[in-house]
């Protein structure tokens, strides 16, 4: 791995000064490439860390437009970008932070061979999606090109996140927590239902800490467990995930050859 810059050293120190992080850490993060889908409620603070934190390549997809509803939460977009592609807002304001990442908007819904490909072309995969089609999608994508992927929701004052490493076969994957999406009338999204930004921030930040150590070559946290945040009492809790023998998704599970 190339020796770090004396910008490099100044501008990553805080993080490089952490043990368990090191100069070593942050090569593995500048030689990395991430894939982060959707860059609203929750990609928006997790592509500012990814960025902060040195993360090489960032691919951030999104076809949606930014609104002025967003903003409360959606911290990467501002008033003067409304009406852009929210994944070109991301990239803008990304470069302003740190010019050194490499950031490749996508101004569409990736789905398909389309989705494939750039879940292949990345290491990991942050899923910061809103709707349980695209998280099935992302998942099944992950599945077969063996990424980690770091998923996480927010509505109202609650949100969870954690972790599929899928470098291995026999863990859980994201269907056998939901093995089928509620009904379309079932679903609540924040537009019907409301959501605390800071919540939204929290879950964020979150998924970018999972996805930094991993990248890092920290494997402690996530994975294997449900994160549960409930913002009105401020309680944290974790639950353990198995796989489900009958999961659509792992159970007939082929990799890519």
């Given at each position: 791995?190339?020796?770090?810059?004396?910008?490099?050293?100044?501008?990553?120190?805080?993080?490089?000064?952490?043990?368990?992080?090191?100069?070593?850490?942050?090569?593995?993060?500048?030689?990395?490439?991430?894939?982060?889908?959707?860059?609203?409620?929750?990609?928006?603070?997790?592509?500012?860390?990814?960025?902060?934190?040195g993360v090489g390549e960032l691919t951030v997809a999104d076809a949606d437009a930014v609104a002025v509803s967003n903003l409360h939460r959606q911290v990467l977009?501002?008033?003067?970008?409304?009406?852009?592609?929210?994944?070109?807002?991301?990239?803008?304001?990304?470069?302003?932070?740190?010019?050194?990442?490499?950031?490749?908007?996508?101004?569409?819904?990736?789905?398909?061979?389309?989705?494939?490909?750039?879940?292949?072309?990345?290491?990991?995969?942050v899923d910061a999606s809103d709707n349980f089609d695209t998280r099935y999608a992302v998942n099944a994508a992950c599945l077969r090109h063996r990424r980690t992927l770091v998923t996480g929701a927010v509505i109202r004052m609650e949100g969870q996140v954690t972790v599929f490493p899928f470098v291995a076969e026999g863990g859980p994957c994201y269907r056998c927590l939901y093995r089928e999406a509620p009904d379309a009338g079932e679903t609540e999204r924040c537009s019907m239902t409301g959501v605390l930004g800071p919540v939204a921030g929290l879950i964020g930040t979150t998924m970018a800490a999972e996805a930094i150590k991993r990248l890092a070559g920290i494997d402690e946290g996530l994975a294997g467990r449900l994160l549960l945040v409930d913002a009105l009492a401020m309680d944290f809790r974790t639950i353990r995930l198995a796989r489900d023998p009958q999961c659509p998704a792992c159970s007939a599970f082929q990799p890519a050859s």
């Open positions: 791995m190339p020796e770090l810059t004396d910008a490099q050293l100044d501008r990553y120190g805080r993080q490089i000064l952490l043990p368990r992080l090191g100069v070593e850490g942050q090569q593995r993060l500048l030689g990395s490439r991430v894939l982060l889908v959707g860059a609203g409620g929750l990609g928006a603070p997790a592509a500012l860390y990814l960025a902060g934190a977009h501002t008033e003067s970008r409304v009406g852009w592609n929210k994944a070109e807002s991301a990239a803008a304001a990304l470069y302003d932070l740190n010019p050194e990442v490499k950031v490749h908007p996508l101004a569409e819904r990736l789905e398909g061979e389309g989705l494939a490909d750039a879940v292949a072309a990345a290491d990991l995969v």
